[in-house]
């Protein structure tokens, strides 16, 4: 199921204002997949912790 995630900021040019749409952008990202896929899920977060490289685009 596609998720369509809407934030309005002033100034996309701000940096300040681009990082705070770019943490919430991946934290949705996040925490939808570990609501739809918690195996593939820790399978990410677990080659992240170790320094991993990510070979299987179906984690993203």
Do not use: C
């Amino acid at each position: 199921m596609k998720r369509q995630l809407e934030i309005m900021f002033h100034n996309p040019n701000e940096e300040e204002e681009m990082a705070t749409y770019l943490s919430v952008f991946l934290a949705d990202i996040l925490v939808t997949k570990a609501l739809e896929e918690p195996k593939k899920f820790w399978e990410l977060i677990t080659l992240l912790v170790n320094g991993g490289e990510i070979e299987d685009s179906s984690l993203l």
